[in-house]
């Protein structure tokens, strides 16, 4: 298969299985790290003995709309085609909203949602060209269900929704679809780091009593970027382990 992904936040968990993932099926990974994580992104390179015809390490703030512009317009012309786009990137500053600072509001929408306008808008005229294209926009339950703690995360989730649905209705006469996954919780630092009997309360209310493996995220994406997903679109295919059944 000659076609090329670009995946944000690939050095994150899902990220990282996104990107192993997108390998196995024969992909040329482009794999955008955040500024200033190249050692993360290079340890992930080394340890699953990547070659550069596989993957290309691509430093990008996906929070920065001329850089994007910029350095996405230039990776297009180097490359000639980005096929699929897995916008990935995100982080969670979780806190009452009572007490939650403008900053925690901002740098969540910022990195989670205004980053998918800045990834997804310098490549999508080019794949409607093509007359191929998969963008792939990584959710979360949360922004299905809302979650107590995370409205500045769940408005970014949920407006990733609405945002692929409208996409998809201009993408669809050229053969680019857009879609969701919508994880639930998944075994990766973002997790890891919230305070454990949360957590635990969490998992007890998961039908399944257990955290979603990154690879099994990566599966259902795998799945969205094939040809066999082509009549798939605007659809958000929740992998949550029967957390919330929408
Ligand atoms: N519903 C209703 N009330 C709740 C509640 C809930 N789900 N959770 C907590 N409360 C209540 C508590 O009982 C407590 O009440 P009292 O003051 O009467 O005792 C009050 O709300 C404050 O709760 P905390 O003690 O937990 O407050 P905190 O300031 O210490 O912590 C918090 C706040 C950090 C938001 C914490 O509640 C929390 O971690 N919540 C879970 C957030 C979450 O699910 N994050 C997911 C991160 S991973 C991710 O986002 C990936 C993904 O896509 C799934």
Known sequence: ????????????????????????????????????????????????????KQVRLFEIDVTNTTECFEKLGALLEEEGHIDVVVNNAGITRDGLFKKMPAENWLDVINTNLNSVYNVTRPLFAAMCERKFGRVINISS????????????YSAAKAGMIGFSKALAAEGARDGVTVNVIAPGYTGTPMVEKMKPEVLESIVAQVPMK???KPEEIAKAISFLASEDAAYITGATLSVNGGLYMS
């Open 1 to 52: 298969m000659d076609k090329i992904a670009l995946i944000t936040g690939s050095e994150g968990g899902i990220g990282s299985a996104i990107t192993s993932q997108l390998v196995k099926d024969g992909f040329r990974v482009i794999a955008a790290y955040y500024t200033g994580c190249y050692e993360i992104a290079l340890k992930i390179f080394n340890e699953n003995e990547f070659t550069d």
């Open 141 to 152: 339950v949360n922004g299905l269900k809302g979650q107590f703690g995370q409205a500045n």
């Open 210 to 212: 257990r955290l979603a």
